[in-house]
């Protein structure tokens, strides 16, 4: 595959910044994604939604990891009162912080994807274009930077599990309600564990294949 003197692609493929802003609009959208099934795990903690089930939240938000908008399909709308803390503009850092940690692992999927024609400077495009849309990590929770997990990943060494002890420091040092231990609290520290890194593992199986779209022939 050839580019073009003007940064695209020979033969009426896409221009770089095309391919550049599919991976943007996949990875925020898993952001935005997970970001709304922590509030639904949340709201259906409280006493009057017991009885609905959190693999349905699961299910559903997985089947589908770009799209924010489908837990819709649950019959349920956000109730601010029932979402206590979640419902703040402090909370939307949390967003920040989701999208960082996933932009950040853009060096790892791109790994897994060695014949593409992607290169890591468009990688770093990416990474650049997400940090726009909104990047946050206060008092560094978030030890990772690009720079660390680029040279990581060029190592071939393993690639670190995606967990989510940056979320538990988040929430005992800004979410105070959030930071109480009851049985809300608990429940939605038990879905952060989980929902993570099957997310995760959603989105960088995702990008792999976008990635593989674009390989060299």
Not at 108 to 127: C, G, H, L
Not at 138 to 155: M, Q
Not at 191 to 206: G, I, Q
Request: aromatic share 14%; glycine share 8%.
């Amino acid at each position: 595959m050839q580019f073009s003197a003007e940064g695209g692609e020979s033969g009426g493929e896409p221009v770089a910044d095309e391919i550049v802003q599919r991976f943007v609009d996949i990875i925020d959208g898993a952001a935005e994604s997970l970001f709304e099934a922590l509030k639904y795990c949340y709201m259906i903690s409280d006493d009057d939604f017991y009885n609905i089930n959190v693999k349905d939240i699961f299910r559903v938000g997985l089947g589908d990891i770009t799209n924010s908008g489908v837990f819709r399909n649950l019959g349920l709308e956000l109730d601010k009162a029932k979402i206590g803390e979640m419902a703040d503009e402090k909370f939307g850092e949390v967003l920040e912080m989701i999208r960082f940690s996933f932009a950040l692992r853009l060096p790892f999927m791109r790994r897994e994807s060695p014949d593409t024609y992607i290169k890591d400077n468009q990688v770093r495009q990416m990474y650049d274009t997400l940090e726009e849309y909104g990047f946050a990590n206060p008092d560094g929770i978030i030890v990772e930077s690009f720079k660390s997990t680029s040279w990581l990943a060029k190592t071939k060494k393993p690639e670190p599990n995606f967990d989510t002890e940056w979320f538990r420091s988040w929430i005992y040092t800004y979410g105070h309600e959030l930071a109480a231990i009851n049985n809300r609290n608990m429940f939605i520290l038990g879905c952060v564990d989980a929902l993570f890194p099957l997310y995760y593992s959603s989105l960088k199986e995702r990008v792999v294949k976008e990635f593989n779209k674009h390989g060299s022939i």
